[in-house]
């Protein structure tokens, strides 16, 4: 007969088990702004190790048959202030009217304030803080 030890509770170490861990403070999301060939394009990360995909626009939102663009005040920086603001609030359940105020709020904030023909990382916390907003609901 085999005697086979039983695993218990005893077994286990849990010191380095967290009970309740703190909830992070920043979302680990980027926009990322690229200059490629001279042409703007978008691109969301949703993790720092993630895989980076093309931020598709809104037509939806914002009927702009162009590109993205930044460091002004243009249709391409609305076309890209739109696009970020329908990832960004995808679940926030958010009236056009309010997406509409965000977006024309981010043209006349940040996208102006960045450097054209460079690349930019923005981060989703510090988006959402321009506009006066906490975390994503799903972070």
Known sequence: MNDEKRMTL???????????????????????????????????????????????TRRDLFQYEGGYSWGYKGEGCKNLAFAIIGRVYECDDLSSEDMYEKAMKLVDTL?????????????????????????????
């Open 111 to 139: 996208i102006p304030a960045l450097q054209q023909q460079m690349n930019h990382d923005l981060s989703v916390t510090v988006i959402r803080k321009v506009l006066g907003d906490g975390q994503r609901p799903i972070f």
């Open 10 to 56: 005893d077994d286990y170490d849990f010191s380095k088990v967290k009970v309740n861990p703190t909830r992070p403070t920043q979302d680990p999301a980027h926009i990322l702004l690229r200059v490629v060939e001279g042409a703007g394009v978008a691109l969301w990360r949703s993790s720092p190790a993630g895989q980076a995909e093309l931020l598709p």
